[in-house]
């Protein structure tokens, strides 16, 4: 507003100078010209600055009316982009406090049952070794619970402040290596897969991405059930396809399986299925640095599909030589 007041001033002073100058210069040519019936030079005088006076006030308003379309244009304009500008930091505003309050939440819990059972054994004069072993096998757990959770909240921490090294990954060994980790029946976990799909990645990270699916697989269907991994080349891309049957999920909580702490299943934590909702945040998370895409396709009651996009090594080789 001050640019378009001080540019105003300007062209109205500017305006004003030229309008006084060429009134004067048409005066000065009349009185030069010696025409018959010329008006006196004093009436001439008052013609100029009247018409002068005319212009200045013409002016004046147009560039009042200007000067309010901006403020009113600039006004709601500035709030808009404003509001555009904000709504990302207000978004992590809110991830960020509801990522501490339900960080919070989940260490206070196990915490909690820790202190309960602790006080409960120093309070029985009448424990035995076989229970204060209970107890401390119970605690034992709940400390696992913890340094799960802990280990998968640093993880996340290191994939939003760390530039991960990428180079050369085969998609199909790592597969392979990680299927063999879980130690399932041959038939528990069928790999399809088509040629070797070299990716663009950070090796460890992968790894952590594929296992963090299979466990989610494996979780969340039937112990006798098959799940089905297809890797195949898509688009200059990696493909990787794992499906499993099971409960499904809810076609509203979809959009929200990625977040941090979301669980579909409420219960998820202290029931059959034990999570913390923080294993597809986190898979999301080394996408997301892969440059890659990850989406969910679930038809409750029947089968959940996870496909995932890698870009492959020689795509992000010619990237880089452009």
């Not at 200007?66 to 978004?91: H, M, T, W």
């Not at 990680?178 to 070299?198: A, C, D, H, V, Y």
Request: glycine share 6%; with cysteine.
């Amino acid at each position: 507003m001050l640019l378009s007041l001080a540019f105003s001033i300007i062209i109205f002073q500017v305006a004003s100078n030229e309008i006084e100058t060429r009134l004067e210069g048409l005066q000065t040519s009349l009185q030069k010209s010696n025409l018959p019936n010329q008006p006196p030079i004093m009436i001439m005088s008052d013609v100029r600055a009247n018409e002068a006076g005319k212009a200045s006030a013409n002016l004046s308003i147009e560039l009042f009316y200007l000067n309010l379309v901006v403020l009113v244009i600039g006004g709601f304009g500035s709030y808009f982009f404003a509001r555009r500008s904000l709504l990302p930091i207000e978004k992590a505003h809110d991830e960020q406090s509801r990522f501490t309050s339900d960080a919070s939440h989940e260490l206070r819990t196990p915490l909690a049952v820790m202190k309960t059972e602790l006080e409960v054994a120093l309070r029985d004069n009448t424990a035995t070794i076989d229970g204060l072993k209970e107890v401390l096998s119970s605690n034992l757990e709940e400390v696992d619970k913890l340094t799960k959770l802990s280990g998968m909240l640093l993880s996340l921490s290191r994939l939003d402040s760390v530039n991960l090294p990428l180079g050369p990954v085969n998609l199909n060994k790592i597969t392979r290596d990680t299927i063999k980790n879980f130690s399932q029946p041959s038939n528990r976990i069928i790999l399809k897969s088509e040629g070797q799909q070299l990716i663009h990645g950070n090796e460890t990270a992968v790894s952590d991405l594929i296992k963090i699916l299979i466990d989610n697989s494996l979780q969340y269907s039937p112990a006798e059930s098959t799940i089905t991994i297809d890797i195949s080349k898509y688009d200059e891309c990696g493909k990787f396809v794992i499906t499993n049957s099971g409960p499904g999920i809810d076609p509203d909580k979809l959009p929200h399986i990625f977040d941090r702490f979301y669980r579909a299943d409420s219960s998820r934590t202290n029931g059959e299925h034990k999570g913390y909702g923080l294993g597809l945040a986190l898979a999301k998370s080394i996408v997301d640095h892969h440059e890659g895409k990850i989406t969910c396709e679930s038809m409750p009651n029947k089968e959940t599909v996870f496909t995932l996009l890698l870009p492959l090594h020689s795509k992000a080789q010619a990237k880089t030589k452009n």
